[in-house]
C-alpha cells in the first residue's frame, strides 16, 4: 500500500498463499477497486471461490485455514 499513497507500482509475491489472500483484500478495502488477474479477467473473489469451493465473497477481512 505504501506504492499506492505514493501513486507507483509495486510487484509482490509470497510464498503462502493465505498471506497473499490477506494482502490482496486489504488492498482492495483502501483502494475500494478490485483485484483482476491480468491473464484472464477473472476477479479475486472469482478466483477465491474456485479455490474455496464456494461462492464468491467481497469480504476479505480473514485468512481462510487450510
Do not use: C, H, N
Amino acid at each position: 500500500m505504501a506504492a499506492e499513497k505514493i501513486g507507483r507500482r509495486a510487484r509482490l509475491m509470497d510464498l503462502e498463499p493465505r498471506y497473499v489472500d490477506v494482502t490482496t483484500g486489504r488492498w482492495q478495502a483502501y483502494t475500494k477497486q478490485e483485484a483482476t488477474l491480468a491473464e484472464d479477467g477473472r476477479t479475486f473473489a472469482e478466483v477465491r471461490a474456485e479455490r474455496l469451493g464456494g461462492p464468491a465473497e467481497r469480504s476479505f477481512g480473514t485468512v481462510a485455514q487450510t
